[in-house]
């Protein structure tokens, strides 16, 4: 299958490499996405099967830059992911955009967790414009969007859920679903190749807590590493974000409909932490 993935970054990259691994032919670009004739040339130049949309703006060094640049974030995140995916339906090419979870907030109506079908909360700017291409992306026919939440990777990279936390001076103490980066390249080489369209949670399922991860950590890793243990709520309010970030338990229903099925995050975060550990040893 011939895949177009539009201005991949730290995890669609990662998802380009599990695609080709499966044997798929891939080109990667770099196109402005809210320009809808540069989008059409792109296309009509590969003439690809499936589209896979990497773009986006989260901030750097978070998505705190966000709530200051919001035009920006807007362009990206929303505008530009509609217009690819007008191309996309124009020319009627399956299309999976990346979302994210973290358009919820907080604890669901149903105690299992947030599922495809419920309507987000989002309250940051980034959130709130990842969140505004969903509603309407969820419309389409040909479109599916795959939400994960809290990239860990066995590679240490900037990134990585693993190295935020061993960098942050104080970490909140909180529950979360979480996406292991192998997992998530599971879902989305599945969702493209059964076509699948719709919301699709891509978070391995259970839960964690990030003192299960610093846990691991200085099991596997660092045996001196020490973490600093702050509430969500001191995070604000101690100057140390600019809006409380989004804390969720979410399901993954939609896959396992779709013959999807992700390793339960105490196998998966175990199995990436000896593979990080061992990557860390190794330099």
């Known amino acids: 299958m011939k895949i177009l993935v539009f201005s991949p970054g730290y995890v669609g990259k990662k998802i380009v490499t599990g695609l080709q691994n499966a044997g798929h032919d891939i080109e990667s670009i770099k196109v402005e996405i809210t320009d809808l004739n540069a989008v059409h040339a792109a296309l009509d130049a590969s003439h690809p099967d499936a589209v896979l949309n990497g773009a986006g703006r989260r901030g750097i060094p978070n998505v705190d830059w966000c709530e200051t640049n919001q035009i920006s974030t807007m362009r990206s995140n929303t505008i530009g992911a509609?217009?690819?995916?007008?191309?996309?339906?124009?020319?009627?090419?399956?299309?999976?955009?990346?979302?994210?979870?973290?358009?919820?907030?907080?604890?669901?109506?149903?105690?299992?967790?947030?599922?495809?079908?419920?309507?987000?909360n989002p309250q940051a700017v980034y959130s709130r414009t990842k969140y505004a291409?969903?509603?309407?992306?969820?419309?389409?026919?040909?479109?599916?969007?795959?939400?994960?939440?809290?990239?860990?990777?066995?590679?240490?990279?900037?990134?990585?859920?693993?190295?935020?936390?061993?960098?942050?001076?104080?970490?909140?103490?909180?529950?979360?679903?979480?996406?292991?980066?192998d997992d998530l390249v599971t879902a989305v080489v599945?969702?493209?190749?059964?076509?699948g369209v719709g919301v699709f949670h891509a978070v391995n399922p259970g839960v964690m807590a990030h003192r299960d991860l610093m846990k691991l950590y200085t099991e596997l890793v660092d045996p001196n590493h020490i973490s600093d243990w702050i509430t969500a709520d001191a995070l604000v309010s101690t100057g140390l974000a600019k809006r409380i970030r989004s804390n969720n338990i979410m399901q993954n229903i939609r896959l396992r409909e779709l013959g999807i099925e992700l390793r339960p995050i105490d196998i998966a975060l175990r199995d990436v932490m000896e593979k990080y550990a061992r990557a860390v040893h190794s330099v």
């Open 82 to 120: 509609l217009i690819l995916a007008q191309a996309c339906f124009e020319k009627n090419i399956h299309m999976v955009h990346l979302g994210t979870g973290c358009v919820f907030y907080g604890e669901s109506p149903d105690p299992a967790g947030w599922k495809e079908s419920d309507h987000a």
């Open 133 to 181: 291409a969903d509603l309407i992306l969820t419309e389409l026919p040909n479109v599916a969007i795959v939400r994960f939440r809290m990239p860990i990777d066995s590679e240490p990279t900037p990134e990585n859920l693993i190295n935020k936390l061993v960098k942050y001076p104080k970490i909140i103490d909180v529950r979360n679903s979480v996406t292991v980066l």
């Open 190 to 195: 599945g969702i493209i190749e059964k076509r």
